[in-house]
T-cell receptor
């Protein structure tokens, strides 16, 4: 089945850019997603990219997709303390609506 | 437009008991998926319902079951609770989960089994 891998921790200074990386194994995925989870909350859809795109920009968020290497990244420009959260990469796979990575905990240092 | 709602938000049960969790999807959405989130295993797919039919199920024992009603609301049930069932249970709604439609999540129900 699908395997989605993410690094577990990232620490950045306020105002810097954050880059969260994800690799996946199922190349047939049509959309690839990024979700954000704040403490004690559910999952908030951040953004997504269609598999025939290389890049998608949405305000401070930039998603890059390298289909050849099955690599997805999320860049957050001008990172703020309010961006501190866990970020999940998620990919549909076969009959499973979403397969998630373990999540990357982003800590923003003021 | 109201988002996905889940009730209750918190539950405390003891081993051996059973529990029922409820999820109301976004109006118009017909697909409801359930996920279990634990620190050790992360987010794992439980099952997905569409138009009152379970279409897919993850790798969970038969103690985990669910159903969907004609108004698309869904419930999941866990019988004979075990300590390892302590988790955050999240439901997500979409137009059609198997059509790769975007899934929107509720706030979750945190279940603690003592």
């Amino acid at each position: 089945g699908e395997d989605v891998e993410q690094s577990l921790f990232l620490s950045v200074r306020e105002g810097d850019s954050s880059v969260i990386n994800c690799t996946y194994t199922d190349s047939s995925s049509t959309y690839l997603y990024w979700y954000k989870q704040e403490p004690g909350a559910g999952l908030q859809l951040l953004t997504y990219i269609f598999s025939n795109m290389d890049m998608k920009q949405d305000q401070r968020l930039t998603v890059l997709l390298n289909k050849k290497d099955k690599h997805l990244s999320l860049r957050i420009a001008d990172t703020q303390t309010g961006d501190s959260a866990i970020y999940f990469c998620a990919v549909p796979s076969g009959n499973t609506p979403l397969v998630f990575g373990k999540g990357t905990r982003l800590s923003v240092i003021a | 437009k109201a988002g996905v709602t889940q009730t209750p938000r918190y539950l405390i049960k003891t081993r051996g008991q059973q529990v029922t969790l409820s999820c109301s999807p976004i109006s118009g959405h017909r697909s409801v998926s359930w996920y279990q989130q634990t620190p050790g295993q992360g987010l794992q797919f439980l099952f997905e319902y569409f138009s009152e039919t379970q279409r897919n199920k993850g790798n969970f024992p038969g103690r985990f079951s669910g159903r969907q009603f004609s108004n698309s609301r869904s419930e999941m049930n866990v019988s004979t609770l075990e300590l390892g069932d302590s988790a955050l249970y999240l439901c997500a709604s979409s137009w059609d989960a198997l059509d790769a439609d975007t899934q929107y999540f509720g706030p979750g129900t945190r279940l603690t089994v003592l």
